[in-house]
């Protein structure tokens, strides 16, 4: 990223010129390089690891007050980071190694944002922030936003071919009119794509792996330690 001064990642406007112009380059050498991406793959997997282990823990470890406090407080600062962090870069700063750690590091820091919001509404101390995101009206929106992950680029591609480039935006409005009808196409799209393949799909396996299901069932976890004692006398009677 040095060698060639590349911008810390693509830009889809105007690019300062500080920075590399060649962006075919960027795309192939950077920015769709799995060695590039695979650190919020990693610490989704880790995350994910954990949280069945979790799950299967007769006695939840407790977190006290400070730890979720900072555990908040970092996602917060985390989460900030990975989105406005590219701000330097936007306006030409010359910080070239900011952009290089912005540019290393600022989707897996977004990703770890992300994975503490996802473990504290887990583990239940996600607090208003659960409550929201696990409000009835969102359902149909999360039952559809693997969809949506997996299609949104075609609006949006379609959108930088057909209309002029660079696009202009005199005032926020627009901005946030164009991102919603994206938006609005995206999950539209999702809905056909769910009903025609992942439901489907999802079917079709429960059906293939429910025999197999059964027979790996994992027995009820003791909810305490008093509970597998009471179980391990009345055994010794019989």
Known sequence: MVEKNFPPTQMLWKQPEIFNPNFIEH???????????????????????????????????????????????????????????????????????????????????????????????????????NTILSAHFLLPLSNLCYSVYLIHMIPVVLTYLLVPFPMWF???????VHC?????ISYFLAIICALVSEYPALNIESVLLAHRQEKTTLKSVPKCDSEMQLKNNTSGHF
Not at 180 to 184: E, G, P, R, V
């Open 27 to 129: 795309h192939i050498d950077v920015y769709i390089k799995p060695q590039y991406r695979i650190g919020p793959y990693i610490i989704g997997l880790v995350l994910g690891y954990y949280l069945a282990n979790y799950q299967r823990q007769a006695v939840k470890p407790v977190r006290s007050m400070k730890v979720i406090i900072l555990g908040w407080l970092t996602s917060f600062i985390f989460g900030f980071w990975g989105v406005y962090g590219v701000y330097p870069a936007l306006q030409g700063w010359n910080w070239p190694i900011y952009h290089l750690v912005y540019g290393s590091i600022h989707r897996d820091v977004f990703a770890l944002s992300m994975a503490w919001i996802i473990y504290a509404c887990h583990t239940g101390i996600g607090g208003i922030v």
């Open 170 to 176: 005199d005032s926020m409005l627009p901005i946030f």
């Open 180 to 184: 919603f009808f994206q938006l609005l």
